[in-house]
């Protein structure tokens, strides 16, 4: 089956592939000849990736999959969540969103947060499905480690050893994430198609 995943991020891409099953071919965004950006003007991640599947499905024909993810962070009320990728301003710059973060919550010590992923699928009958995974975790005092993407620098999951998303190997990070869990609930389900 030929599925795309609709996001350019090269990090999601190289997280997703070793998920998915080796009867799907998974096409990013540049395969199917679609260089523009995607719409994602709802005020929820379930909005926003069904929007942006549905946007790929809509004008490429192609069966596809997206997702949208938030960080929640509890003494913050849930911010930067559905807001994260443009948290300090629309250049959605990685470093200038770890530094907000990180000068925000310099007066607190709750630290507690969480990720959330919500992943949709639309399918060539036009059906949509949607499939969530989180992980709990805490904001760390300063960012640690080179790898991973976006705001693991400085996040440190419960699971874990203490190390951030960004000191652990992919298949570790996968082995824990808030995306690789939705997309469990992705696999599980075209498994049984
Ligand atoms: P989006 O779902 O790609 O729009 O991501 C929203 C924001 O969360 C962006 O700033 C991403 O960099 C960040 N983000 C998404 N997934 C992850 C992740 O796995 N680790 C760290 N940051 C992430």
Sequence with gaps: MRLCFASNNEHKLDEIRPLLPASVQLL??????????LPETQDTLEGNARQKAQYVWDHFG????????GLEVMALGGAPGVYSARYAGPQRRAEDNVAKLLHELHEHSDRTARFRTVVALVLPDGAVHEFAGAVEGRISEAQ??????????VFVPTEGDGRTFSEMPLAEKNGLSHRSRAVAGLVAFLNQK
């Design 28 to 37: 990013s965004l540049a395969d199917i000849g679609c260089t523009e950006e």
């Design 62 to 69: 192609v069966a596809c999959f997206a997702d949208d993810t």
């Design 144 to 153: 640690h480690g080179a790898g991973g993407f976006g705001y693991d620098p």
